[in-house]
């Protein structure tokens, strides 16, 4: 079965500018998951969704949010862009997420900010 | 809050050879997960092996096997018979029972040597 996607692959954006990145989950899945990972921080923990409610939240501003839809896909978006947003943002899938069942994770989408 | 530390930035090891990758972790939580994760130049992450606290048997998968040590927080994954696929970067990760998220270490880069 087709694994975790995420759209696009590779993504420059201007600082100021706003960006949306894609995930779709495995089928089936519903519980999604997005990590941000940069050399420094390494990989930190943005939000989790399940049946497209937010059931956890990572500490970051207010200027990145998400959503999931109605079949499971979930979309990220940070607005006004700044340098140190630039990262490997990562998408998790499983089953329902509780801690005996496996994420898969996709291949990621690299934003680069300018 | 929940940390998690691998000490050893880099490694290398002969093909056919056993490595140990270390890992600890803090936390005040008495139900938790514990994972190893790979992310090979691909940048996908896959789930190498995965440890419940409340078992005392450490986890195998394979040529995998994890020695936890639950009262020291320690959490280490050997190698067995190192193939030149392994080479990646290891993620040691951490979540509590209802937490929704991963918390990862800045991980060790494994190469494995002909």
């Known amino acids: 079965k087709a694994g975790v996607t995420q759209t696009p692959r590779y993504l420059i954006k201007t600082r100021g500018q706003q960006v949306t990145l894609s995930c779709s989950p495995i089928?089936?899945?519903?519980?999604v998951s997005w990590y941000q990972q940069t050399p420094g921080q390494g990989l930190q923990f943005l939000f989790e969704y399940f049946s497209e409610t937010q059931r956890n939240k990572g500490n970051f501003p207010g200027r990145f949010s998400g959503r999931q839809f109605s079949n499971s896909r979930s979309e990220m978006n940070v607005s006004t862009l700044e340098l140190g947003d630039s990262a490997l943002y990562l998408c998790?899938?499983?089953?329902?997420?509780?801690?005996?069942?496996?994420?898969?994770f996709g291949q990621g989408t690299r934003l680069t900010v300018v | 809050a929940q940390t998690v530390t691998q000490s050893q930035p880099e490694m290398s090891v002969q093909d056919a050879e056993t490595v140990t990758l270390s890992c600890t972790y803090d936390t005040s939580e008495n139900n938790y997960y514990l994972f190893w994760y790979k992310q090979p130049p691909s940048r996908q992450m896959i789930l190498v092996i995965r440890?419940?606290?409340?078992?005392?048997q450490n986890a195998t998968e394979n040529r995998f096997s994890v020695n936890f040590q639950k009262a020291a927080k320690s959490f280490s994954l050997k190698i067995s018979d190192s193939q030149l696929g392994d080479t990646a970067m290891y993620f040691c990760a951490f979540t509590a029972a209802g937490s929704y998220q991963l918390t990862f270490g800045k991980g060790t880069k494994l190469s494995v040597i002909p």
């Open positions: 089928s089936g899945h519903r519980s």
């Open positions: 440890q419940e606290a409340y078992k005392q």
């Open positions: 998790a899938s499983s089953l329902m997420w509780t801690e005996n069942t496996e994420a898969f």
